[in-house]
């Protein structure tokens, strides 16, 4: 159990960010009656998703850091780096780019860089997923 426990800490955390980014959020937007009750909603689900790529990604580094683990499941550098990079990307949209989008201060720039982390977090865990994914020889 302990060597597949970082597969799907990986497909949960970049499964999550898939279906709430690319399927949730635009159908709050394309179902509910107004922008503002839409993004409303999505503010929250966003705030829930942070949490568990904050889980996700604290076990999983934990899971690494491990000697244990790290003689079971052999992580590679990069994964390691994806792993970090997804962790601060979550933390800096919840906490350093979500006020200013909620305060509804220059959306159009704070809401580009929040999408913009939000698919570099999304890159980063897929690239988690494909590293400690891959059969190892």
Not at 1 to 7: E, G, K
Not at 11 to 34: H, I, N
Not at 58 to 80: E, N
Request: charged share 10%.
């Amino acid at each position: 159990m302990r060597q597949r426990l970082p597969v799907l800490l990986a497909a949960l955390w970049w499964g999550s960010l898939s279906t709430l980014g690319f399927m949730v959020v635009p159908m709050l937007f394309a179902v509910l009656p107004t922008p503002a009750m839409a993004g409303g909603m999505a503010a929250k689900l966003f705030t829930a998703q942070t949490w568990l790529s904050m889980a996700c990604t604290l076990v999983l580094l934990l899971i690494f850091r491990s000697k244990q683990g790290l003689a079971q499941i052999a992580p590679t550098h990069a994964a390691t780096i994806f792993i970090a990079f997804g962790f601060l990307a979550a933390v800096l949209v919840e906490f350093a780019i979500s006020p200013h989008i909620v305060a509804r201060e220059n959306l159009k720039l704070w809401h580009g860089l929040g999408s913009a982390l939000y698919l570099l977090q999304w890159l980063a865990a897929g690239a988690t997923l494909w590293k400690v994914s891959a059969q190892r020889a």
